[in-house]
């Protein structure tokens, strides 16, 4: 366990990304534990996931960013137990003064009641409809929405008001909500982005290892497809020397599962993120980590991350245009490159609240 961890002796991350719990950038202290040799024998236990509650006082989310194609965002929870050690959503943690290492992956935050705040959010007079996207930060079904359903009350407030409506997942759990997520894509009202990085099934349980097998997510694909759902893969995010040769082997399994589109985002490694993917190289494949960082500074300028706009998502250079050279002759074999139809937002009509007088026309 490296140097910075903060697990006490005796603790197990089984199944989780990250090997530590490094302190966030906000903290004014450190941790590290240490044995100071009282003890002769120590408990074996299991990190396990915890879940906090939030009243949430808002729920949408505006960006101005000009390189994302959507600005409005809900995030059902912080944090994510899928614990993919390469998500860029991390650092985000430090701001409620938890780790963006194991604390990200084992201490959540659902948002329940979220639904009731986007209600009377979308019944402002002011408002004005453009697509909401749900799961650019931290995934909204993943496995502690079983239990909690804080998505499934999101999406049907959406679907109530013809709101049109962007998912970014790879649980499975959005099979659940074919009922409503089907008739809303029948209206133009929904899409759907199934994420996927590798088919090698021994690579993804060390990489994501509360996520759903590469097999089982081509499910996904196909059960979405059949339902009538449009479904964008995402190649996100595509790791040079140690994923970017699987490239045209993922592009023609989700064609064949149903994808209707693709898209590919090189990894980002910002602030803390870095330091956690380089522990995770180091232990779990030691033998491509300097090529691995040597690719993706490469692709960054010599830096680990290039925040900038326009290059933050793809990177430059070399390598950053064989990957795009690659993709794009793939896509155009697999007919992937279509340009899915934009969402409607001629629909959005808000339904009657209780109480309301209803008109006699």
Same mark, same amino acid.
């Given at each position: 366990m490296p140097s910075h961890s903060s697990l006490l002796p005796g603790d197990r991350a089984r199944a989780r990304g990250a090997t530590s719990n490094v302190a966030g950038r906000y903290e004014a202290t450190t941790r590290e534990a240490m044995d100071d040799g009282w003890e002769t024998e120590?408990?074996?236990?299991?990190?396990?996931?915890?879940?906090?509650?939030?009243?949430?006082?808002?729920?949408?989310?505006?960006n101005r960013s000009p390189d994302l194609p959507f600005d409005r965002s809900i995030n059902p929870y912080r944090g994510c137990e899928h614990g993919?050690?390469?998500?860029?959503?991390?650092?985000s943690h430090a701001w409620l003064n938890l780790s963006p290492g194991l604390d990200f992956e084992t201490k959540l935050i659902?948002?329940?009641?979220?639904?009731?705040?986007?209600?009377? /959010?979308? &019944? =402002?007079?002011?408002y004005l409809p453009q697509p909401i996207a749900i799961g650019t930060n931290t995934d909204p079904y993943q496995p502690v929405e079983a239990k909690w359903k804080v998505m499934r009350e999101v999406v049907e407030v959406l679907a109530a008001f013809n709101h049109p409506l962007a998912i970014t997942t790879k649980g499975t759990l959005i099979e659940r909500d074919i009922d409503i997520l089907a008739p809303m894509a029948a209206q133009g009202l929904l899409r759907v982005g199934i994420s996927i990085t590798t088919l090698d099934p021994g690579?993804?349980?060390?990489? /994501?290892? &509360? =996520?759903?097998?590469?097999?089982?997510?081509?499910?996904?694909i196909r059960r979405l497809a059949e339902a009538g759902i449009p479904v964008r893969a995402m190649i996100a995010?595509?790791?040079?020397?140690?994923?970017?040769h699987e490239l045209e082997p993922i592009l023609a399994a989700v064609q064949e599962a149903g994808a209707g589109a693709?898209?590919?985002?090189?990894?980002?490694?910002?602030?803390?993120v870095s330091d956690l993917f380089q522990d995770w190289l180091a232990e779990a494949v030691p033998g491509r980590a300097t090529k691995v960082m040597a690719r993706v500074r490469e692709t960054h300028g010599g830096r680990d991350y290039d925040p900038s706009w326009g290059k933050r998502m793809r990177g430059e250079g070399l390598w950053s245009r064989l990957i795009a050279q690659r993709f794009d002759k793939a896509v155009a074999r697999l007919g992937l490159n279509q340009q899915m139809p934009p969402l409607r937002?001629?629909?959005f009509r808000p339904p009657p609240a209780r109480g309301d007088q209803l008109s006699l026309f």
């Open positions: 120590h408990d074996d236990r299991l990190l396990q996931t915890e879940v906090r509650v939030e009243q949430p006082r808002s729920a949408l989310t505006f993919c050690i390469y998500c860029f959503a991390r650092p659902a948002r329940p009641g979220i639904a009731a705040v986007l209600e009377r /959010e979308l &019944r =402002a007079k002011s690579l993804s349980r060390k990489m /994501e290892p &509360r =996520a759903a097998a590469p097999a089982r997510r081509l499910a996904v995010p595509v790791i040079p020397g140690l994923t970017d693709a898209s590919w985002i090189m990894l980002r490694l910002p602030r803390e937002r001629d629909l």
